[in-house]
């Protein structure tokens, strides 16, 4: 077969599948649009688990109206310059995440920037502005998406029931909540409030999402050995779970999977706990830049540690040390 240059919508569509497979992937993004953009306050609506209507408000810095024509194009970030990619402090830089949406959904943007009087309601189609009209709101940005994979029915068919994806959001927006407990959260699914987090400390960010229980059963840690930098709470040996779904990692301030991880929180607690049973865990990994890649997925879940084994050994020593003190502390307060 002859190589062909794909034509420009084919390739934006299979960009876009990478970034956009579910409702919580739009989620997640424009969560994390809206913490970049300096939000105190989050509030996000959702119509029939996200399938229907997905909305995230946020009293961040706003758009003006140029940039919000731009940052439906692709490839167009605030976030990235030649020289940044090697240390990026924001959660976005990848410039795909709206023209993603705006390609699988109809999607509309109302914002504000403090330098403007009024703000702008603009709606998309086929990342290009359909319609815009002037809209009197306060700065910040407000994103509404519709009509979800209506250009792909394909996709559509995988959507499951809106209870079943609705679960999927809730995660992904609690994973994030904890991540950043001075923003105040809001949660509305079908008319209900499902969360309200107010702004609180990190402590209590976590007992509001992982529940007293967890923190009540569980030892805090914060270290600082070398280069990295931990952070969270670990649950007790007697306090465990049948699944390994509750362990909780984040790699400055973006949740994350990642095996190496995982192994280390296995052998630390190598003796500990009851065959299948599984620690529950919120650990949050601060590293500079220049030792931890996050460019490695469009979904940007996964990070690639450039010392990886120094990684692993330092985050399962912190984990054992702070499992064995406490063993001890037990042991000798029983033995009074
Ligand atoms: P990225 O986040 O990787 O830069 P996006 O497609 O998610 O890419 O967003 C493109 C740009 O749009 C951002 O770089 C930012 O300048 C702007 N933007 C998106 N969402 C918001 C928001 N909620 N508040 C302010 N600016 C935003
Ligand atoms: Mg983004």
Redesign the pocket.
């Known amino acids: 077969m002859p190589i062909r240059i794909l034509p420009s919508q084919l390739i934006y569509q299979i960009a876009s599948g990478e970034v956009i497979d579910r409702p919580y992937s739009i989620v997640k993004?424009?969560l994390?649009?809206?913490i970049?953009?300096q939000?105190s306050s989050i509030w996000m609506m959702l119509h029939n688990g996200g399938e229907s209507y997905i909305s995230?408000k946020?009293n961040?810095?706003?758009?003006c109206l140029e940039?919000i024509e731009?940052?439906?194009k692709h490839h167009?970030?605030?976030?990235?310059t030649a020289d940044n990619l090697e240390n990026i402090q924001?959660?976005?830089?990848?410039?795909?995440?709206?023209?993603?949406i705006s390609f699988v959904s109809r999607m509309s943007i109302t914002?504000k920037c403090k330098e403007d009087e009024w703000g702008w309601f603009v709606q998309f189609e086929d990342q290009s502005i359909a319609s815009f009209k002037p809209s009197i709101c306060t700065t910040?940005?407000h994103?509404e998406v519709r009509d979800l994979f209506y250009k792909t029915p394909n996709r559509l068919k995988f959507l499951k029931t809106p209870e079943w994806e609705f679960q999927g959001i809730l995660n992904t927006f609690k994973r994030l909540t904890m991540a950043y407990p001075s923003i105040a959260f809001n949660l509305n699914n079908d008319k209900k409030t499902i969360i309200n987090f107010l702004a609180a400390s990190f402590e209590d960010r976590i007992a509001d999402v992982l529940g007293e229980a967890f923190k009540d059963n569980s030892l805090m840690i914060e270290e600082r050995r070398g280069y990295i930098r931990l952070k969270g709470f670990i649950s007790l040996p007697s306090f465990t779970q049948s699944t390994a779904n509750f362990q909780y990692l984040f790699v400055n301030g973006r949740p994350i999977n990642n095996k190496l991880l995982s192994s280390a929180i296995r052998v630390a607690y190598e003796g500990l706990l009851f065959r299948n049973r599984y620690p529950m865990l919120a650990l949050f990994l601060d590293i500079p830049g220049e030792y931890v890649d996050i460019n490695i997925h469009p979904k940007k879940y996964e990070v690639r540690f450039k010392e990886a084994e120094f990684v692993k050994e330092t985050i399962k020593n912190i984990l054992k040390e702070t499992l064995t003190k406490t063993r001890f502390a037990v042991s000798t307060s029983f033995g009074e």
Do not use: C, I, Q
Not at 60 to 63: R, V
Not at 90 to 100: I, Q, V, Y
């Open positions: 993004e424009l994390e649009n809206a970049d953009a939000a995230v946020d961040g810095t706003g758009m940039d731009l940052a439906v167009t970030t605030s976030k990235l924001t959660l976005g830089f990848r410039g795909e995440a709206l023209p993603s914002s910040g940005t994103v």
